[in-house]
């Protein structure tokens, strides 16, 4: 089992609408979740932390985190085409030191 | 405040040859990570810096890799001998102690 699994996609979503982006961890004892966001060619981009079970909410972002159900989520609304890229969770191992275990990332495409 | 910077941008280098990657992470952020990333996949932690005590290299190859971070501040990554499989993109990344980590613009290598 892998540490850290997304779906690789492409998910693809009309302009305006609401893309959902999920992700599970097998470290149960993982407190530390963030949301990437890599463009092609690019760099990743952090875009979303989440420490505690809940949402939270950032403009267009919100993270979603159950960790009983060891699951962290980002729903994009309203989406933009500038929005396709590729976005990577990443979490934190229980080992400490910050030690961050990233997926695959998951391709989003936003058509007009 | 100005990001993390890499150099080179790109490199292009036969098998067994060798290669250097610099990296200076921003002003103030004690830890610093070195990650590859494949294509097609999330980045990898090779090598993790707390000032310039080494935290963790345990994905490190240590037989053809090496790094170093003098004084603490900028680092470099070192391949010799370069194999083919090593062709990736060499990420580095900053963190003011355990927090979030803000990535480079990368270092895209191939081995030909």
């Known amino acids: 089992q892998k540490e850290v699994e997304q779906n690789s996609g492409p998910l693809s979503v009309p302009e305006g609408a609401i893309a959902s982006l999920n992700c599970t961890y097998s470290d149960r004892g993982s407190q530390s979740f963030f949301w990437y966001r890599q463009y092609s060619g690019k760099s990743p981009e952090l875009i979303m932390s989440?420490?505690?079970?809940g949402d939270k909410e950032d403009g267009r972002f919100t993270a979603q985190l159950n960790k009983a159900s060891q699951y962290v989520s980002l729903l994009i609304r309203d989406s933009q085409p500038s929005d396709s890229a590729t976005y990577l969770c990443a979490v934190e191992g229980s080992g400490g030191y910050n030690k961050l275990i990233f997926g695959a990332g998951t391709r989003l495409a936003v058509h007009p | 405040e100005a990001g993390v910077a890499q150099s080179p941008r790109y490199k292009i280098i036969e098998k067994r040859q060798s290669v250097a990657f610099w990296c200076n992470p921003i002003s103030g952020h004690a830890t610093l990570y070195w990650y590859q990333q494949i294509l097609g996949q999330g980045p990898k932690l090779l090598i993790q810096f707390q000032n310039n005590g080494v935290v963790d290299d345990s994905q490190l190859p240590k037989d053809r890799f090496s790094a170093e971070r003098l004084k603490g501040v900028d680092s470099t990554l070192k391949i010799q001998p370069a194999k083919l499989e090593d062709s990736a993109v060499y990420l580095c990344?900053?963190?003011?102690?355990?927090?979030?980590?803000?990535f480079g613009p990368g270092t895209r290598l191939t081995v030909t």
């Open positions: 989440i420490y505690s079970n």
């Open positions: 990344a900053s963190s003011p102690e355990f927090y979030e980590q803000y």
